[in-house]
């Protein structure tokens, strides 16, 4: 997953928490509110129905959309209980004209439980839910008030009495507009986060071209170390051009230091070493010599040799920095048949050659038969009895192939196989005379050629070093003038 989709599904799901988190808050305080309101119309309702029975001992009067009712206590019970309520000890004070004849029955105490009745007849009142089944069937919840009064009743002569005053109202409206609010939110939410994507992907990637600007310009950049372009301006892309630019004149500055080292020790080591080899070489044909003599001379000669070539190891790998090759039309049979001529003389196993006639690639062809005469030697270093040198054609590229049936290498070594002085096994690299640059010099030539490098291999089993490069048309003849 790329940078810039990860920031937008950040982005995105930050905006949808804030806003579920805004919805739940809006939602419920607009619940609050209304449900707070309904609360202060059913107690005004409340004082009002009170009005009434004592005026009129009737709830008629109240509004159209007023659920009232009342049950008058007699006195000759003066501490009521919920069963004397539901055993019809208390009269029915003719109900609001929203109940009608409905006012009867069960809903003469609009669908209260015992347990809320219990509430008002020892608490005094109590504010509860409930549900008002209608004649036609219907069923309206209702948000009640119910309290116990103590009011003169009209018509009834005995003075003050208590009363069970239950006045409601229908909870649709409330609960209808919270539905569509909802509805509403959640729809204009989801534009909201579809639009705000939108703004986000494209903001994102306004922010971010600039950086893949600055990756693409750095990729851009090949042996030759170059400055990237500058930009205009003190935003944080110019100061990243900026200290990428100074990054890489240092990185410059310390590669040509290595550069110098290594060409000046190589200069200064190979005048001593030929010398030294010189007079071993002249002790042991022009001298008479003791066995143990010859040995320690021989000892000298071997290890003489060994730094020889890693003088000229290192030479090779001095002008790696800004290798030069003379690229023309190679015929890659050729180089591999001089490798097989070249090995097959010495070599005790078998070394074959497997490419087409007409396979030709662009390169040096010096630097090319070093290239794969290093691959060879390295084989027959592994102890290989079989190497077989395989060239495809990949139609725009070529692949050469150095397979053999050798020790193999661990996998843990392949990825730094190609770094300079880097030995699998340096104890037995050294027996063997390796300077652990060979192949740091491989890579170099082959990425010079426009090409790449790389091993395939398993212990026991054999390594496969291939070698990627350019095809090329076979060049012309020359027409005699």
């Given at each position: 997953?790329?940078?810039?989709?990860?920031?937008?599904?950040?982005?995105?799901?930050?905006?949808?928490?804030?806003?579920?988190?805004?919805?739940?808050?809006?939602?419920?305080?607009?619940?609050?509110?209304?449900?707070?309101?309904?609360?202060?119309?059913?107690?005004?309702?409340?004082?009002?129905?009170?009005?009434?029975?004592?005026?009129?001992?009737?709830?008629?009067?109240?509004?159209?959309?007023?659920?009232?009712?009342?049950?008058?206590?007699?006195?000759?019970?003066?501490?009521?209980?919920?069963?004397?309520?539901?055993?019809?000890?208390?009269?029915?004070?003719?109900?609001?004209?929203?109940?009608?004849?409905?006012?009867?029955?069960?809903?003469?105490?609009?669908?209260?439980?015992?347990?809320?009745?219990?509430?008002?007849?020892?608490?005094?009142?109590?504010?509860?839910?409930?549900?008002?089944?209608?004649?036609?069937?219907?069923?309206?919840?209702?948000?009640?008030?119910?309290?116990?009064?103590?009011?003169?009743?009209?018509?009834?002569?005995?003075?003050?009495?208590?009363?069970?005053?239950?006045?409601?109202?229908?909870?649709?409206?409330?609960?209808?507009?919270?539905?569509?609010?909802?509805?509403?939110?959640?729809?204009?939410?989801?534009?909201?986060?579809?639009?705000?994507?939108?703004?986000?992907?494209?903001?994102?990637?306004?922010?971010?071209?600039?950086?893949?600007?600055?990756?693409?310009?750095?990729?851009?950049?090949?042996?030759?170390?170059?400055?990237?372009?500058?930009?205009?301006?003190?935003?944080?892309?110019?100061?990243?051009?900026?200290?990428?630019?100074?990054?890489?004149?240092?990185?410059?500055?310390?590669?040509?230091?290595?550069?110098?080292?290594?060409?000046?020790?190589?200069?200064?080591?190979?005048?001593?070493?030929?010398?030294?080899?010189?007079?071993?070489?002249?002790?042991?044909?022009?001298?008479?010599?003791?066995?143990?003599?010859?040995?320690?001379?021989?000892?000298?000669?071997?290890?003489?040799?060994?730094?020889?070539?890693?003088?000229?190891?290192?030479?090779?790998?001095?002008?790696?920095?800004?290798?030069?090759?003379?690229?023309?039309?190679?015929?890659?049979?050729?180089?591999l048949y001089e490798i097989q001529e070249e090995y097959g003389r010495s070599f005790e196993g078998r070394i074959e050659v497997e490419?087409?006639?007409?396979?030709?690639?662009?390169?040096?062809?010096?630097?090319?038969?070093?290239?794969?005469?290093?691959?060879?030697?390295?084989?027959?270093?592994?102890?290989?009895?079989?190497?077989?040198?395989?060239?495809?054609?990949?139609?725009?590229?070529?692949?050469?192939?150095?397979?053999?049936?050798?020790?193999?290498?661990?996998?843990?070594?392949?990825?730094?196989?190609?770094?300079?002085?880097?030995?699998?096994?340096?104890?037995?690299?050294?027996?063997?005379?390796?300077?652990?640059?060979?192949?740091?010099?491989?890579?170099?030539?082959?990425?010079?050629?426009?090409?790449?490098?790389?091993?395939?291999?398993?212990?026991?089993?054999?390594?496969?070093?291939?070698?990627?490069?350019?095809?090329?048309?076979?060049?012309?003849?020359?027409?005699?003038?």
């Amino acid at each position: 997953m790329t940078l810039r989709t990860r920031i937008t599904l950040l982005t995105l799901a930050l905006l949808a928490f804030s806003l579920l988190l805004i919805g739940a808050s809006v939602y419920g305080t607009l619940r609050g509110t209304l449900y707070n309101n309904l609360r202060n119309e059913l107690q005004d309702a409340s004082q009002t129905a009170v009005t009434l029975i004592k005026n009129k001992g009737s709830l008629a009067d109240l509004p159209n959309n007023v659920y009232g009712t009342a049950l008058l206590i007699p006195p000759t019970i003066p501490a009521p209980t919920p069963d004397d309520i539901l055993g019809g000890a208390a009269f029915l004070i003719p109900p609001s004209a929203s109940l009608g004849s409905s006012g009867l029955g069960e809903n003469a105490l609009l669908g209260i439980s015992p347990q809320a009745l219990n509430e008002i007849l020892t608490a005094g009142g109590v504010y509860t839910s409930t549900q008002l089944v209608q004649p036609s069937g219907a069923v309206v919840p209702l948000r009640v008030r119910g309290q116990r009064v103590v009011t003169e009743v009209a018509g009834f002569p005995l003075g003050a009495s208590q009363v069970i005053l239950l006045v409601g109202k229908s909870t649709e409206p409330i609960e209808t507009l919270l539905h569509d609010f909802a509805q509403i939110y959640t729809a204009t939410a989801l534009l909201v986060l579809i639009f705000g994507g939108f703004l986000a992907y494209r903001l994102v990637r306004s922010t971010l071209e600039p950086l893949e600007w600055v990756a693409k310009k750095a990729e851009e950049i090949g042996d030759k170390f170059e400055e990237l372009p500058q930009l205009e301006g003190n935003n944080e892309v110019a100061s990243l051009v900026r200290s990428l630019n100074r990054m890489l004149h240092r990185l410059e500055s310390a590669w040509q230091t290595q550069t110098r080292f290594l060409l000046d020790a190589s200069h200064e080591l190979r005048t001593p070493v030929t010398a030294i080899l010189g007079h071993v070489g002249y002790l042991m044909r022009r001298t008479q010599l003791t066995p143990q003599q010859r040995e320690s001379l021989e000892v000298v000669a071997r290890e003489g040799e060994r730094m020889r070539k890693l003088v000229g190891d290192l030479l090779e790998l001095s002008q790696t920095g800004g290798w030069r090759v003379e690229l023309g039309s190679v015929h890659i049979p050729t180089v591999l048949y001089e490798i097989q001529e070249e090995y097959g003389r010495s070599f005790e196993g078998r070394i074959e050659v497997e490419a087409p006639d007409n396979l030709w690639a662009v390169g040096d062809p010096e630097r090319l038969h070093q290239v794969i005469a290093n691959l060879v030697s390295n084989a027959i270093k592994a102890n290989s009895t079989q190497i077989r040198l395989v060239a495809r054609d990949l139609s725009e590229r070529l692949v050469i192939r150095v397979e053999d049936n050798g020790e193999g290498i661990p996998p843990e070594h392949l990825p730094h196989l190609f770094e300079r002085f880097y030995r699998v096994d340096k104890a037995r690299d050294r027996e063997r005379g390796g300077s652990g640059l060979g192949l740091a010099i491989v890579r170099s030539i082959v990425e010079a050629h426009g090409g790449s490098v790389w091993v395939e291999s398993e212990p026991g089993k054999g390594s496969v070093f291939s070698v990627s490069l350019k095809r090329a048309e076979a060049p012309q003849p020359e027409l005699a003038g």
